[in-house]
């Protein structure tokens, strides 16, 4: 996934610069292929000898089977409405703030997984090697570990018998997590739908996506009904695509754009009333650019609360869960303290 983000962020920002310059688009692709990974650089050949033999670069883009569909589209309607440099434009910065956005999810993810990591380390240090030493000094003192330290004594003996095992199955679940995902989806966007906790995070940048689509298409010259038809084929999630397909039927039926939107709540209250004012001014164009900026510094801060409040609570777990076991293990010493007293 990083080789494709990175690899569409570029081949937009090229293509930004070539387009209109005097070189031929094949050609450019053929230059772009010097410089590219090899499953890429097969891609971007493969692209030239199809422009080479009359195809448009929207059919190119479609047979060469790389690039997601939101990408596709966009250069469709451009071609479509000779607005093709502009597309180009709009996509090298969807694609950059996409590539940063992957950047700052894997930031905020790492630490959490390096303290999990070691949290894990620690606490299968402490029941396979820690926990059998008290256990045998309790039992020349007349009694042993009892409850919760003896049932992870117990696992630790598992694990220490088969952690190779172990070890190797998780490897393997994790790795085909991975490719599987990777297969079904290249978008980020569609990643974070496969998960609960990111479900949210997933629906507001998909909004960040349509409003930039959308802001793109009234520069294009689109009227707003043929906008919003337009968008609903670059739309994944099911929730934000049920609430489009409803505004449009409303479109369709003479309702005002603004009242069609607010009632579907597409948009967060404080959007509204952006909308309302946008469009009445004839701005339709640059609220919807303000409200995808806007949607993805929102992502941003999601992230870093997520990561406010992970940290702490992984903390906080794993000095409760010792705390319990040194509980355990304190609890028989003291008692025969007691007795001996």
């Known amino acids: 996934m990083d080789n494709y983000n990175r690899n569409i962020m570029l081949f937009c920002d090229d293509l930004k610069l070539v387009y209109n310059s005097g070189i031929f688009t094949s050609d450019a692709l053929r230059i772009m292929a010097k410089q590219a990974d090899k499953s890429f650089s097969d891609v971007l050949n493969r692209m030239a000898d199809s422009l080479d033999k009359g195809n448009s670069f929207a059919q190119s883009i479609k047979e060469a089977d790389y690039f997601d569909a939101y990408l596709v589209k966009m250069i469709e309607i451009g071609e479509q409405s000779g607005y093709l440099e502009q597309v180009f434009n709009a996509l090298s910065t969807y694609y950059h703030r996409l590539y940063q956005l992957k950047n700052n999810l894997k930031d905020a993810i790492t630490y959490p997984c390096i303290l999990v990591c070691m949290m894990l380390v620690v606490l299968l240090v402490l029941i396979i090697k820690v926990l059998p030493l008290f256990d045998e000094v309790l039992k020349d003192l007349g009694t042993g570990l009892s409850g919760f330290s003896l049932a992870l004594m117990d696992l630790g003996g598992l694990l ?182």
């Not at 609220?287 to 929102?298: F, G, L, T």
């Open 160 to 341: 220490a018998k088969y952690g190779l095992v172990i070890i190797m199955i998780i490897i393997l679940v994790i790795a085909y997590l991975i490719i599987n995902t990777s297969k079904k989806s290249k978008n980020i966007i569609m990643y974070l739908s496969n998960f609960s906790f990111s479900k949210k995070l997933s629906y507001d940048l998909e909004v960040s996506q349509l409003s930039y689509a959308l802001s793109m298409l009234f520069d294009s010259g689109y009227e707003i009904e043929q906008a919003f038809k337009l968008v609903l084929e670059l739309i994944d999630n099911k929730k934000l695509k049920t609430k489009l397909i409803n505004v449009n039927n409303k479109l369709d039926n003479g309702e005002n754009i603004e009242n069609a939107l607010i009632e579907e709540a597409i948009f967060k209250g404080l959007y509204n009333q952006m909308i309302i004012l946008g469009f009445k001014a004839g701005k339709h164009n640059e609220v919807m650019s303000s409200i995808a900026i806007a949607y993805e510094d929102e992502v941003n801060k999601s992230i870093n609360k997520f990561l406010n409040i992970i940290e702490p609570a992984l903390v906080a777990s794993l000095a409760m869960v010792m705390g319990i076991i040194l509980i355990s293990v304190m609890l028989p010493l003291i008692s025969i303290m007691a007795n001996i007293g």
